[in-house]
């Protein structure tokens, strides 16, 4: 369970990064005249899929109940390293 935790920090550091890092490459190699566009783009393209998600997850607590909800991350990431049995909770 410790280096599920770990795997997860690591991945948040890098997912934040990369996020960091393309805003800010968009932004330097755009023309000056276009950058407001392209970032209009990138928080489009960014942002844009939160009502895709949202309506994913009102499906989830509808079908399950509001208590499954939070858990929907933990369990892809318990059950992709191998701690997570069928129809038991792991912690």
């Known amino acids: ?36 566009r392209i970032v209009a783009l990138w928080v489009f393209v960014y942002l844009g899929t939160t009502p895709i998600g949202s309506v994913i997850t009102g499906w989830i607590t509808a079908t399950w109940g509001t208590s ?14 191998g701690n997570c049995r069928s129809g038991t909770d792991p912690s």
């Open 68 to 81: 499954s909800r939070p858990f929907g991350g933990k369990w892809v990431v318990l059950d992709r390293s």
């Open 1 to 36: 369970m410790a280096l599920v935790c770990v795997a997860l920090v690591l991945t948040g550091a890098a997912a934040f990064s990369f996020v960091t890092l393309a805003s800010t490459t968009l932004q330097l190699h755009s023309s000056r005249d276009y950058r407001g």
